[in-house]
């Protein structure tokens, strides 16, 4: 556990020296493959697994949203959970989804959901005292990563494996979004600061990194794999439009799609495979600098 923490996070604790160093950003590009998951509509934030199913949200209809996996032939399926719309995050190696919903239409409070690939759901209501319930992330385990709020309206991270929940929390942050976990059991996520600057995270075995984008004012992280390559957005200071990044090998790189950079990353898998947002949905493969 201690050796995957350090091959993972090593990079991320000496990016203080390489943003010093050298304050720029590369770009990479990919072998593409664009979808739409319905005419007109644009997924939301998902994942991407070895076998290149990718997982998300689509907006069926102002304001429902349904989950769906695609799979790498090209087959898409939509889904409620319990009957209702649902948020759908990553997706592992046997086709588990997770997610979160609103038990009922009048409901101001989510709980999440385990979605097995032959549709079963399990709901997750969160540690003891929950007001609201989000699973984010799933390994290839079963471990789950998500955030809950507490009875006083503090958000917290929680994992969950084999009916337990373990919680975790850092005092000097708000709003604690845990997006990822891999093999290792590294978490990658972000964080408000007192200034309202959001910054990615890494964490593992009670030890904190912050992973910033070099001249980002706001730093995203939604996916990372086993070997500790991380993906998300970024935001380039004086700018309002969003940009998909790729951590890999001590190097953050701007993903360029359809010759411009994409608007987010949401997911790599362990072959370097990544699912983001451009102008459309898009799979990318052989990424490599330019």
């Known amino acids: ?90 997706i592992n190696n046997y086709g588990t989804i997770v997610g979160s919903y609103f038990p009922s239409s009048s409901s101001g409070n989510q709980l999440g959901y385990k979605r097995y690939s032959n549709g079963d759901v399990v709901t997750l209501n969160g540690p003891s005292g929950a007001r609201s319930t989000i699973a984010y992330g799933i390994n290839n385990a079963g471990k789950i990563v998500g955030a809950y709020v507490t009875s006083t309206s503090v958000q917290k991270g929680f994992t969950y494996l084999n009916g337990a929940y373990t919680t975790f929390y850092h005092s000097g942050w708000s709003f604690l ?26 964490y593992s075995n009670g030890q904190w990194v912050t992973v910033n984008v070099p001249g980002a004012s706001d730093t995203v992280i939604l996916g990372i794999n086993d070997w500790g390559s991380m993906v998300g957005w970024y935001l380039p200071k004086g700018s309002s439009t969003s940009r998909g990044f790729l951590y890999k090998n001590g190097t953050f790189s701007t993903v360029e799609y359809a010759g411009k950079p994409s608007f987010s990353v949401d997911g790599i898998n362990n072959l370097g495979h990544i699912y983001g947002d451009g102008s459309s949905s898009f799979i990318g493969k052989a990424c490599h600098s330019y």
């Open 1 to 90: 556990m201690q050796r995957s923490f350090c091959i993972a996070l090593v990079p991320a604790a000496m990016l203080a020296v390489v943003i010093a160093a050298n304050a720029q950003v590369g770009k990479v590009t990919c072998t593409y493959t664009s979808f739409k998951v319905l005419q007109g509509s644009q997924p939301g934030v998902g994942g991407i697994n070895d076998s290149d199913s990718v997982s998300g949200s689509v907006q069926t209809g102002a304001p429902m949203m349904e989950g769906f996996v695609r799979k790498a032939s090209g087959t898409v399926t939509t889904f409620l959970v319990n009957g209702q719309p649902n948020l759908a995050n990553k």
């Open 177 to 202: 979004e845990p997006h990822a976990i891999n093999k290792q059991g590294v978490i990658v996520g972000d964080y408000l600061d007192s200034s309202s600057r959001t910054h990615g995270f890494a």
